[in-house]
T-cell receptor, first 112, second 113 residues
Framework: SQQGEEDPQALSIQEGENATMNCSYK?????LQWYRQNSGRGLVHLIL?????REKHSGRLRVTLDTSKKSSSLLITASRAADTASYFC????????????FGTGTQLKVEL | ETGVTQSPTHLIKTRGQQVTLRCSSQ?????VSWYQQALGQGPQFIFQ???????GRGNFPPRFSGLQFPNYSSELNVNALELDDSALYLC????????????FGSGTRLTVV
């Protein structure tokens, strides 16, 4: 089963605008990661945030984590057409195990 | 060679048949995990192999099985295929059991008719 929901399911913006997508999860976690997927192909790791961190930056990406609300957000600034993809959050739980549990994903379309 | 390679890229099978999907792990990685991604959904964990042993399994029936070889490559076998098995199957390799060092392959698109 999926760990949680991502919101919105789909997002369409103009090039140069910022894109924000949200992820909610259900159980306590060690880490939360964001992945990108182009056209139903392989996943590319974007950024990891640990449960004791609140914010992290990588290039045009900014991730926040609120463990009290069990939620995270991914902000892509100054979006480009090449950012068009599906974005997934993935968590690994404190209950142990070796799996990542993915959300349902946000489909981002950046138009010229 | 770097990166994770999966084969084949696309496959069409008939309900009831058996299928084997293959994954070559990234150089230096000794752990392989398999995920199933149905259309419009996020990937779901099938199982993980570490040092040729199954090391964790998701909520999938026994007809989903796997192998890992001494060179750390892996196979996913699915018996008695069902229509709902149609999905993208993703393989990810990592070092030891780190969950943050995953490298995913491009996947195998399986269609069951």
């Amino acid at each position: 089963s999926q760990q949680g929901e991502e919101d919105p399911q789909a997002l369409s913006i103009q090039e140069g605008e910022n894109a924000t997508m949200n992820c909610s999860y259900k159980t306590s976690i060690n880490n939360l990661q964001w992945y990108r997927q182009n056209s139903g192909r392989g996943l590319v790791h974007l950024i990891l945030i640990r449960s004791n961190e609140r914010e992290k930056h990588s290039g045009r990406l900014r991730v926040t984590l609120d463990t009290s609300k069990k939620s995270s957000s991914l902000l892509i600034t100054a979006s480009r057409a090449a950012d068009t993809a599906s974005y997934f959050c993935a968590t690994d739980g404190t209950g142990g195990g070796n799996k990542l549990t993915f959300g349902t994903g946000t489909q981002l379309k950046v138009e010229l | 060679e770097t990166g994770v390679t999966q084969s084949p890229t696309h496959l069409i099978k008939t309900r009831g048949q058996q299928v084997t999907l293959r994954c070559s792990s990234q150089s230096g990685h000794n752990t392989v995990s398999w995920y199933q991604q149905a259309l419009g959904q996020g990937p779901q964990f099938i199982f993980q192999y570490y040092r040729e042993e199954e090391n964790g399994r998701g909520n999938f029936p026994p007809r989903f099985s796997g192998l890992q070889f001494p060179n750390y490559s892996s196979e996913l076998n699915v018996n008695a295929l069902e229509l709902d098995d149609s999905a993208l199957y993703l393989c990810a390799s990592s070092l030891a059991q780190d969950l943050w060092g995953y490298t995913f392959g491009s996947g195998t698109r399986l269609t069951v008719v």
